[in-house]
């Protein structure tokens, strides 16, 4: 018996609970559709009479694709995709799924505007982004672009608001216009999705970013209240002790004369080598002072460069080994309802679920 119905492994529809009951979430393009066609009935009445018709089938039909056209030219500020909080990850065609699923369509459908408002998520998209400016850009379809510099653009709103976290986006927006410079000098050599201005345009774009965080300003705060420079220096210490970027120990270090003689701790920077590199790293760039002891600080940022740094996140995309779905976990869901983050069938779930690094999120999407 051939098999008719819907896969029986697909989410289904989205539901959202009203006061007049339940009704399905539809997606952006059915609703557009709708109004359209609303829209081609109440022109039909307008511009129809009983004597001569004004406009043919024809030139009605050519006026909705172009008011659809000009509907998503005119609103770039709008993210087309859904905010789903997990997705299938399916790598072939079989009987029941056709296609498979690519880069640009699960940066789509994951939910990373929301994950840029969590601040245990924050660095782990930014991150995520900046591997997509270095390598993956033009492997992106034209809505994931889309959806890539909106997000982008919420990124950077973000820290001229809240002035956190400058120093990754500056990062981020470096290797992003380099990427860019080498697309529009190139035009030709590569495939480029879109039009050839609209990738000057971007580039334009990012270059005025990151002059407005060029001239961002740190606004000092004026309060009564307790301040870092109150705290003993045991808890100063500790502080300094659980940072995990020497960056951050550096610049923690240009607040007070008195971080900055914590900030100089040997001891600190041994711990923090130790922390990201092996000892057989140490010995091939080991770096002794003229007194014989080991300048920690300057290997730390010797070794930097040769080496990768171990990466830490407050909170990073998971993938189902059993059901291959990409997901995000809420921790304190999984906590009160034991929310596994999406409908796993396994018995344990908890055992077939492995973190996602952004470099691992890539490489789910080579074939």
């Given at each position: 018996?051939?098999?008719?119905?819907?896969?029986?492994?697909?989410?289904?529809?989205?539901?959202?609970?009203?006061?007049?009951?339940?009704?399905?979430?539809?997606?952006?393009?059915?609703?557009?559709?709708?109004?359209?066609?609303?829209?081609?009935?109440?022109?039909?009445?307008?511009?129809?009479?009983?004597?001569?018709?004004?406009?043919?089938?024809?030139?009605?039909?050519?006026?909705?694709?172009?008011?659809?056209?000009?509907?998503?030219?005119?609103?770039?500020?709008?993210?087309?995709?859904?905010?789903?909080?997990?997705?299938?990850?399916?790598?072939?065609?079989?009987?029941?799924?056709?296609?498979?699923?690519?880069?640009?369509?699960?940066?789509?459908?994951?939910?990373?505007?929301?994950?840029?408002?969590?601040?245990?998520?924050?660095?782990?998209?930014?991150?995520?982004?900046?591997?997509?400016?270095?390598?993956?850009?033009?492997?992106?379809?034209?809505?994931?672009?889309?959806?890539?510099?909106?997000?982008?653009?919420?990124?950077?709103?973000?820290?001229?608001?809240?002035?956190?976290?400058?120093?990754?986006?500056?990062?981020?927006?470096?290797?992003?216009?380099?990427?860019?410079?080498?697309?529009?000098?190139?035009?030709?050599?590569?495939?480029?999705?879109?039009?050839?201005?609209?990738?000057?345009?971007?580039?334009?774009?990012?270059?005025?970013?990151?002059?407005?965080?060029?001239?961002?300003?740190?606004?000092?705060?004026?309060?009564?209240?307790?301040?870092?420079?109150?705290?003993?220096?045991?808890?100063?210490?500790?502080?300094?002790?659980?940072?995990?970027?020497?960056?951050?120990?550096?610049?923690?270090?240009?607040?007070?004369?008195t971080l900055s003689v914590l900030s100089e701790d040997r001891?600190?920077?041994?711990?923090?080598?130790?922390?990201?590199?092996a000892e057989k790293q140490f010995c091939r760039h080991l770096?002794?002072?003229?007194?014989?002891?080991?300048?920690?600080?300057?290997?730390?940022?010797?070794?930097?460069?040769?080496?990768?740094?171990?990466?830490?996140?407050?909170?990073?995309?998971?993938?189902?080994?059993?059901?291959?779905?990409?997901?995000?976990?809420?921790?304190?869901?999984?906590?009160?309802?034991?929310?596994?983050?999406?409908?796993?069938?396994?018995?344990?779930?908890?055992?077939?679920?492995?973190?996602?690094?952004?470099?691992?999120?890539?490489?789910?999407?080579?074939?």
């Amino acid at each position: 018996m051939p098999f008719l119905g819907q896969d029986w492994r697909s989410p289904g529809w989205s539901w959202i609970k009203t006061e007049d009951g339940w009704k399905r979430c539809e997606s952006w393009s059915q609703e557009l559709e709708r109004e359209n066609t609303q829209r081609n009935l109440s022109h039909s009445i307008i511009l129809n009479s009983d004597d001569e018709e004004i406009f043919s089938n024809e030139e009605q039909e050519y006026t909705s694709k172009k008011r659809k056209k000009d509907h998503f030219r005119n609103d770039t500020n709008t993210q087309c995709f859904y905010r789903e909080k997990w997705i299938y990850v399916h790598k072939e065609s079989t009987r029941e799924r056709h296609g498979y699923c690519t880069l640009g369509e699960a940066f789509n459908r994951l939910d990373f505007s929301s994950a840029v408002q969590d601040i245990r998520r924050f660095n782990y998209v930014v991150k995520l982004l900046q591997l997509i400016a270095k390598s993956q850009l033009t492997s992106l379809s034209g809505v994931a672009q889309k959806n890539y510099f909106n997000i982008l653009d919420k990124i950077v709103q973000k820290v001229l608001d809240d002035h956190q976290n400058p120093r990754l986006i500056k990062d981020l927006l470096q290797d992003l216009s380099s990427t860019l410079c080498i697309l529009v000098r190139g035009v030709g050599k590569s495939v480029l999705v879109g039009n050839s201005n609209i990738w000057v345009c971007r580039l334009e774009t990012v270059l005025a970013w990151q002059q407005q965080l060029q001239n961002l300003q740190m606004t000092k705060q004026v309060n009564g209240g307790l301040t870092l420079s109150d705290l003993p220096l045991h808890m100063l210490n500790n502080i300094l002790y659980r940072f995990s970027d020497g960056w951050d120990i550096v610049t923690l270090g240009q607040v007070t004369p008195t971080l900055s003689v914590l900030s100089e701790d040997r001891q600190l920077w041994k711990r923090l080598c130790q922390y990201h590199f092996a000892e057989k790293q140490f010995c091939r760039h080991l770096i002794v002072s003229e007194k014989g002891h080991v300048e920690w600080k300057l290997m730390y940022f010797v070794l930097e460069k040769h080496y990768p740094t171990r990466e830490q996140y407050g909170d990073t995309l998971h993938f189902c080994r059993h059901c291959s779905i990409l997901f995000w976990k809420d921790c304190r869901l999984a906590l009160l309802f034991k929310d596994t983050g999406h409908p796993c069938t396994a018995a344990d779930p908890d055992s077939c679920f492995m973190p996602v690094s952004p470099q691992h999120f890539i490489d789910l999407f080579r074939f």
